[in-house]
């Protein structure tokens, strides 16, 4: 693509952002109903409705993503767009099959387009989270069951693990996968992986109290049932699992149907593969582990409409230093909810950062020392944490389609490819759909 046919695609991408909340905004009046039908196809005739009832449901949804690069990075400006369908179906085996609580999944995810972290920046944080394993997998084939009113459960399939565990759902308010919504440092430091990497495995809760949940689990480390390996898209017995991964987690919820309240997610993990260490001395060694914790705190809540107000978040992650990329991850923000006679509309405001293992620099620094490079080259001075700045507004035209500008600031994008690239402005937009 040239420089003029980039420069005009993201122009573009930044046109549609700037026109569509004004024009957007004003689709609702104050009097209108612009909330019902929570589907794009609705309800197939009742067609939907009967099925539902009988015990099978369907969903569907669609998120695309056009995000440009208008200063920094790599030094040339541009776009590039990705996207996601999700397609699945779930079966109430209460009603199918007469076993009270128990419900089977089934989904496949497709995703096309091409990377604007790849083509234009080259850091870790990808700009869009629709991006990674651009092609059409099984995702899910799982079945969950819940008993003594709800209060305990388990699950078991082929799915993905950050389904449950390590989940921040408040930070769906993003476009950054950084955010979108695990600690990106779970799956680049071990055999975790989040939604749609698929493996099996299998995990029981248990409500200790109204504000206290447990949660642990067993799941298989695959490294060829991820990535970019088409050929196992729908081949969940794909050889290649190279131990387990063990994860617990603690959820409180003070304050729960409160004024405030809060989540808190306390977790760790162990994975059992063997790998090789991080730095000069990459010997083999087992094991490798993390611990995590995740805030979200309602602070402001507006008279008359509890759902109006300001939710704080924050994220930690520590790593092994023997074997992780990421040794520490953290991350600061919040999302206000109801914007002037939108009350569905939302702002979202955020800082991530992701500190690399001093293993992996010693390493970059020692192979240029032995490539005869000089010692006062700028190709030692080295960054130590690359970090994000994102702001996002979201709206929700109807409860079936959300449009989000967004812009995005990402400081040393250079980091994990130990290279100095220019810090970096992104922005765009992402569209979501509901079938």
């Known amino acids: 693509m040239t420089s003029t046919s980039t420069t005009s695609c993201l122009l573009a991408t930044a046109t549609v952002a700037?026109?569509?909340?004004?024009?957007?905004?004003?689709a609702q009046s104050p009097n209108a109903n612009a909330y019902d039908g929570q589907t794009l196809t609705g309800d197939w005739g009742g067609t939907r409705s009967e099925l539902a009832a009988r015990g099978i449901a369907f969903r569907g949804d669609y998120v695309g993503e056009a995000m440009g690069v208008v200063d920094g990075g790599y030094g040339e400006t541009g776009a590039r767009y990705a996207q996601q369908v999700r397609v699945g179906m779930d079966l109430d085996m209460g009603k199918l099959a007469g076993w009270d609580g128990g419900t089977l999944h089934v989904t496949l995810n497709d995703r096309r387009g091409r990377s604007t972290s790849v083509d234009f920046v080259g850091n870790r944080f990808p700009i869009q989270e629709a991006?990674?394993?651009?092609?059409?997998?099984?995702?899910?084939?799982?079945?969950?069951?819940?008993?003594?009113?709800?209060?305990?459960?388990?699950?078991?399939?082929?799915?993905?693990?950050?389904?449950?565990?390590?989940?921040?759902?408040?930070?769906?308010?993003?476009?950054?996968?950084?955010?979108?919504?695990?600690?990106?440092?779970?799956?680049?430091?071990?055999?975790?992986?989040n939604y749609p990497v698929a493996r099996w495995g299998g995990e029981i809760a248990?409500?200790?109290?109204?504000?206290?949940?447990?949660?642990?689990?067993?799941?298989?480390?695959?490294?060829?049932?991820?990535?970019?390996?088409?050929?196992?898209?729908?081949?969940?017995?794909?050889?290649?699992?190279?131990?387990?991964?063990?994860?617990?987690?603690?959820?409180?919820?003070?304050?729960?149907?409160?004024?405030?309240?809060?989540?808190?997610?306390?977790?760790?993990?162990?994975?059992?593969?063997?790998?090789?260490?991080?730095?000069?001395?990459?010997?083999?060694?087992?094991?490798?582990?993390?611990?995590?914790?995740?805030?979200?705190?309602?602070?402001?809540?507006?008279?008359?409409?509890?759902?109006?107000?300001?939710?704080?978040?924050?994220?930690?992650m520590v790593s092994d230093t023997d074997t992780a990329?990421?040794?520490?991850?953290?991350?600061?923000?919040?999302?206000?909810q109801?914007?002037?006679?939108?009350?569905?509309?939302?702002?979202?405001?955020?800082?991530?950062?992701?500190?690399?293992?001093?293993?992996?620099?010693?390493?970059?620094?020692?192979?240029?020392?032995?490539?005869?490079?000089?010692?006062?080259?700028?190709?030692?001075?080295?960054?130590?944490?690359e970090e994000l700045f994102e702001l996002s507004y979201s709206v929700q035209v109807t409860p079936w389609l959300m449009i989000r500008p967004d812009v995005q600031y990402i400081v040393n994008p250079g980091t994990f490819a130990y290279t100095r690239t220019d810090n970096a402005w992104a922005l765009g937009v992402q569209a979501k759909v509901t079938f």
């Open 131 to 193: 991006y990674g394993g651009q092609y059409t997998r099984l995702t899910e084939l799982s079945y969950d069951q819940k008993f003594a009113d709800g209060q305990s459960y388990f699950k078991l399939g082929y799915y993905a693990m950050g389904n449950q565990f390590g989940l921040h759902s408040l930070l769906t308010h993003f476009v950054n996968a950084a955010f979108c919504a695990h600690p990106l440092a779970m799956s680049g430091n071990s055999g975790w992986y």
């Open 206 to 316: 248990q409500q200790v109290s109204p504000a206290l949940n447990v949660r642990t689990g067993w799941f298989q480390v695959n490294p060829n049932l991820g990535g970019n390996i088409e050929r196992n898209a729908f081949r969940p017995f794909a050889s290649g699992t190279t131990g387990s991964l063990f994860p617990v987690e603690l959820t409180w919820t003070p304050g729960k149907g409160g004024d405030h309240p809060g989540v808190y997610k306390f977790g760790g993990y162990y994975d059992t593969s063997r790998v090789a260490r991080r730095g000069l001395e990459p010997a083999a060694t087992t094991g490798r582990h993390g611990g995590y914790l995740l805030a979200e705190q309602r602070l402001t809540r507006e008279a008359g409409d509890p759902e109006r107000g300001l939710t704080a978040f924050a994220q930690y």
């Open 325 to 336: 990329q990421i040794r520490r991850w953290y991350a600061l923000g919040g999302v206000y």
């Open 18 to 26: 700037a026109l569509l909340v004004p024009m957007l905004a004003s």
């Open 338 to 385: 109801g914007i002037g006679s939108r009350p569905q509309d939302s702002i979202a405001l955020g800082y991530v950062g992701a500190d690399i293992n001093r293993r992996l620099i010693d390493a970059r620094r020692a192979s240029l020392v032995d490539a005869g490079v000089p010692g006062d080259s700028p190709l030692y001075h080295l960054s130590q944490a």
